[in-house]
């Protein structure tokens, strides 16, 4: 396979960011791939701050991976900064190839040049093998996520 | 009791607000209630940003309460802003007094004023009556929380 490059998403690449995020158990009910407006929307918000980080997976001029990563300063934990990853989403063709881990690992790297002492994220209960992956990275499940829609 | 207002958190507030930090089973271990320094950096940097509100509820003159907001733009969910709630402290004085109901219903009304569509929180698994409260408010445990320290 192809290089791989981590870089900033633009908003040629939201087909294929949303394509990713609709290919997905849970994603495919929340998604509309055929009304892209809402997506390039919230791109705009995203590129003015320079908290957030969207970025792209590129093998060979195609996308193939995204994640979103957002740098939170706090005062608990002595002043800490945290981060968070948000909407990871690897390519049904890629899956296995071990990008999940280079995504993750770019976004602990980020994390660790922004000055950052922590990294976390949610994962759904019923998302088993996405559980054992964060593990195996290091990540510890010490915490249960609540949600509440509005 | 007297009336409560909730405000955003100034510099004079952080002695109170890190003796709330500390003074919990976890807190304990992490905080430094006797050196202020790093607190002050991190407000600073709070203070900036337009998608950060750290907040203190007020009774009678004294910080009884804390929580930060963090609003959270992005792609998935057709777009969806969320926001992340942190940091839920109430004094020792003012738990059971329906002071932390009061706070999360203030994020949450904050979170709707501000276009979020989902509001998310993680709670330590060994907070246990922090759980019963969050579902008693209407979140769903629907995740885990996973967090790597760097």
Known sequence: MGDLVI???????????????????????????????????????????????????????????TLQLTIIPGLSRRGST???IEGVRIHADERGSGLGTRLIEWAVETSRSEGCQLVQLTSDKTRTDAHRF?????????????????
Request: charged share 30%; aromatic share 6%; no cysteine.
């Open 7 to 65: 870089r900033p998403a633009t908003d040629d690449d939201i087909p294929a960011i949303v394509a990713m995020l609709a290919d997905d158990p849970l994603g495919a009910q929340r998604e509309s791939p055929d009304d892209l407006t809402p997506y390039r929307t919230a791109l705009k918000r995203l590129s003015g701050d320079p908290h957030q980080h969207l970025v792209v997976a590129v093998r060979e001029d195609r996308v193939v991976g």
């Open 134 to 150: 964060y593990e195996r990275l290091g990540f510890e499940s010490s915490h249960l996520g609540f949600k509440l829609s509005l």
């Open 82 to 84: 945290r981060s968070i």
